[in-house]
């Protein structure tokens, strides 16, 4: 079965930096495109950023860009979100998704971002 582990989240302040992981087992995990989604205190879920099976195409949403970069292992069945200049709207639970037979999410990683 489908299953993503986030990790890396914390508390830090505007200008810092994070790095989330998504540890991911149950299916082929380099023929999949990759997503991580946010969803701030309150406020609907976002879609933040996709990359391809291989590792070569991104896109990010129009808030990020320039600041995250998502990447992935496919040796270590890991997707990344290296998160840089973080502002205080980044602030959210962030959640790393498939879409294999449907969609999958793991448990989400909380991000606090506050002087």
């Known amino acids: 079965q489908v299953q993503l582990v986030e990790s890396g989240g914390g508390s830090v302040q505007p200008g810092g930096s994070l790095r989330l992981s998504c540890a991911a087992s149950?299916?082929?995990?380099?023929?999949?495109?990759m997503r991580w989604y946010r969803q701030p205190p309150g406020k609907a879920t976002e879609w933040v950023a996709r990359?391809?099976?291989?590792?070569?195409?991104?896109s990010y949403t129009t808030s990020v860009k320039g600041r995250f970069t998502i990447s992935r292992d496919n040796a270590k069945d890991t997707l990344y979100l290296q998160m840089n200049d973080l502002k205080p709207e980044d602030t959210a639970v962030y959640y790393c998704?498939?879409?294999?037979?449907?969609?999958?999410y793991g448990q989400g990683t909380q991000v606090t971002v506050s002087s």
């Open positions: 998704n498939v879409w294999t037979t449907r969609d999958f």
């Open positions: 990359v391809d099976g291989g590792g070569d195409e991104t």
């Open positions: 149950g299916f082929s995990f380099s023929r999949y495109a």
